[in-house]
DNA sequence: ATCCGATGTGGGAACGATGTCATAGACATG
DNA sequence: CATGTCTATGACATCGTTCCCACATCGGAT
């Protein structure tokens, strides 16, 4: 790391008030008020020159202010586990569109998977007074924990608390069985779950898909096929390692997220196994390499952008409506057949 | 989008103030804010019932009058180009982290590459009167905005304001000479750069790089070689093909970040050419994909994370020395030499 | 001439937290 | 006993905005 110098300091004189305004015009401060809000009367030339007032000493109302008396942000809060994650950072992405378009700033952050950090930051978004958040929740200590605060709360991608918070969601049972019964469909019998948890509502639906599309094609289920990996890619790399060198590997296998997936997938290289005439592979989450690599990865997509969008409208409708019933969302997936699956090889 | 409801509203009773605390422990407003900041005299008794009293209501010091009363906020802007871009998520992250390392809740924008975006953007930060905005610029308009209202400013990735402002960037002309004189060196003559623009420090500098390696290289410049690209994928994309169609196609191509190495590398395999026997490939900016598609991509790697997190870092300094000179940070970055680059094809 | 509604405007009290200042009691020192 | 010092607390003004209310002006209707 270089450092170098470069000049000039910076120098302020205090900012604006409404009260500068004020006397720039030649007016009360009540008057400047409503002519800059709109609400209330203003003789037209009083507006005018308020306006003019206003916009000569760059003035800017102070949001503290306005909250405080008006005891109701503009701003939402925004929790996501890992943004380094491009589905994370993507479900952000739709939502700062969203918070945009309906004039919400946003405050985000990323709670690194860690309860501790999750809960920190939620007692600052409660501290910050937000209108509302959407949360891609670890437990469901934050969601009550914001409801108790009377602070209107989104789950996104999961739910903890399902029935007294809005939720939205994937179809992710449906996900899952129309990506397995994918492959039991090409013929495969001896398909692998990769999976990392099966508590929170994502991973639990997923692995219900998963079963339900095994039962249906007449398949019973192998224990030793669903391996729950940790949440990184390096466990779950190390993990279908060990299972490919096994004495009878899958010759299919249907990894339950990106992250997941790209560790199987590193895992089939190292091993040196073709894809797919060796083995299959379906991903649930579409990622940005499973389209450059080659083969190109099938996977079920999800609209993650619109996940994020709607989660911030869906907080918005909420924070308009606050006594009407909770709603879960659930959004549309579909799979996206690419070159990672064919048929099993042959015995 | 399918929607299915759920039960229960909610509802909630005013949030807990100072006032409560206070009447609740038996004490004055006063003598609650000195135990709780811990700022001035407070007997331990005292201190320890107030502490439970607040405690008990679940109290949290409402933020915005705090501010309004201090005058300064524990808030700091993040205005980033595109969170869909890895690159921006990554820095984002490293500022969320390094924020909240210092006690700051982070304000994100994403200004979508627009420039009125990024000025109302800007604008709303002013109205939160945030400590400080870090932010990676399109015009030196929003440095000299938010200057111009006192707040502290630091530019990432590129400079508009160098020596008005701080900044944190890479040593892109560094990188840029080191890949393409690792291309030189296998060999290659006609190397191509693919850039999206010039004007920025980061354009500006990666090309210089480019133009030195060459030049030491004893290599006369075409000026043919040298593609302008747009700035996204399906803009590289086409003009890559173009280029790879022409007589005499380059044995080599830099591109100048993440997203036109997308481009050019799906060009290269629609045109069915193979990387590196046909055509050698090295990108600035080392994106996921790029260790995981074959051959893996060779590129000049920044520590993305780190560029977020060192600019709140430098953002905090400021704030706390607001008269000190302007510093720029420049963080240094490493080629990754992987598959994609190897001899020129023989004659 | 009086009253009335409509149209504007300003005064001033909030919102919730902080911090200055005044003050009161305890205790020591001369 | 008077004075000073230290500890501990509460009263109150303040930050910048909004908005309720009082009030002023004016034209028109009675």
Redesign the pocket.
Not at 107 to 125: I, P, W
Not at 255 to 280: F, H, K, Q, T, Y
Not at 293 to 303: E, G, H, K, L
């Given at each position: 790391m270089t450092v170098e110098r470069r000049s000039t300091p910076v120098s302020r004189s205090?900012?604006p008030?409404?009260?500068d305004v004020a006397e720039a015009a030649?007016?009360?401060?009540?008057?400047v008020?409503?002519a800059?809000?709109g609400?209330?009367?203003?003789?037209s030339d009083?507006r005018e020159r308020v306006l003019r007032a206003a916009e000569e000493l760059g003035?800017v109302?102070?949001v503290m202010?306005?909250t405080?008396?008006?005891?109701v942000s503009r701003s939402v809060g925004v929790l996501v586990s890992d943004l380094r994650n491009p589905f994370y950072a993507e479900l952000a992405a739709g939502a700062s569109s969203a918070a945009r378009e309906r004039g919400y700033t946003m405050v985000l952050a990323d709670t690194s998977l860690s309860g501790e950090t999750e809960s920190e930051a939620a007692e600052a978004l409660v501290a910050l007074r937000v209108a509302g958040v959407i949360v891609t929740p670890n437990s469901s200590a934050v969601s009550t924990y914001l409801s108790s605060h009377g602070i209107p709360v989104v789950e996104v991608d999961r739910q903890f608390a399902a029935g007294s918070t809005d939720g939205v969601v994937v179809g992710n049972r449906v996900g899952a069985r129309t990506a397995t019964a994918h492959l039991v469909k090409l013929g495969h019998r001896r398909i692998a779950l990769f999976i990392d948890e099966t508590d929170w509502t994502t991973g639990y639906e997923r692995y219900q898909g998963y079963l339900e599309a095994l039962t249906a094609g007449g398949i019973t289920v192998d224990p030793e096929l669903v391996v729950s990996s940790g949440w990184d890619v390096a466990d779950s790399r190390r993990r279908a390692l060990d299972m490919l060198s096994g004495p009878d590997r899958p010759t299919a296998v249907f990894a339950a997220n990106n992250v997941l997936a790209e560790g199987v997938w590193r895992a089939i290289r190292e091993r040196g196994l073709a894809v797919p005439s060796d083995i299959s592979l379906v991903a649930f989450d579409d990622a940005p390499w499973m389209s450059m690599v080659s083969p190109q990865v099938t996977a079920v997509s999800q609209d993650t952008f619109n996940l994020g969008a709607t989660a911030v409208r869906r907080l918005h409708e909420r924070i308009e409506m606050p006594e009407s019933d909770s709603v879960t969302t659930v959004l549309n997936v579909h799979l996206i057949e690419r070159e990672s699956t064919t048929h099993p090889p042959a015995l």
């Amino acid at each position: 790391m270089t450092v170098e110098r470069r000049s000039t300091p910076v120098s302020r004189s205090r900012r604006p008030t409404i009260k500068d305004v004020a006397e720039a015009a030649g007016v009360s401060r009540s008057t400047v008020s409503r002519a800059l809000t709109g609400r209330g009367y203003a003789a037209s030339d009083v507006r005018e020159r308020v306006l003019r007032a206003a916009e000569e000493l760059g003035y800017v109302p102070d949001v503290m202010a306005r909250t405080l008396k008006q005891q109701v942000s503009r701003s939402v809060g925004v929790l996501v586990s890992d943004l380094r994650n491009p589905f994370y950072a993507e479900l952000a992405a739709g939502a700062s569109s969203a918070a945009r378009e309906r004039g919400y700033t946003m405050v985000l952050a990323d709670t690194s998977l860690s309860g501790e950090t999750e809960s920190e930051a939620a007692e600052a978004l409660v501290a910050l007074r937000v209108a509302g958040v959407i949360v891609t929740p670890n437990s469901s200590a934050v969601s009550t924990y914001l409801s108790s605060h009377g602070i209107p709360v989104v789950e996104v991608d999961r739910q903890f608390a399902a029935g007294s918070t809005d939720g939205v969601v994937v179809g992710n049972r449906v996900g899952a069985r129309t990506a397995t019964a994918h492959l039991v469909k090409l013929g495969h019998r001896r398909i692998a779950l990769f999976i990392d948890e099966t508590d929170w509502t994502t991973g639990y639906e997923r692995y219900q898909g998963y079963l339900e599309a095994l039962t249906a094609g007449g398949i019973t289920v192998d224990p030793e096929l669903v391996v729950s990996s940790g949440w990184d890619v390096a466990d779950s790399r190390r993990r279908a390692l060990d299972m490919l060198s096994g004495p009878d590997r899958p010759t299919a296998v249907f990894a339950a997220n990106n992250v997941l997936a790209e560790g199987v997938w590193r895992a089939i290289r190292e091993r040196g196994l073709a894809v797919p005439s060796d083995i299959s592979l379906v991903a649930f989450d579409d990622a940005p390499w499973m389209s450059m690599v080659s083969p190109q990865v099938t996977a079920v997509s999800q609209d993650t952008f619109n996940l994020g969008a709607t989660a911030v409208r869906r907080l918005h409708e909420r924070i308009e409506m606050p006594e009407s019933d909770s709603v879960t969302t659930v959004l549309n997936v579909h799979l996206i057949e690419r070159e990672s699956t064919t048929h099993p090889p042959a015995l």
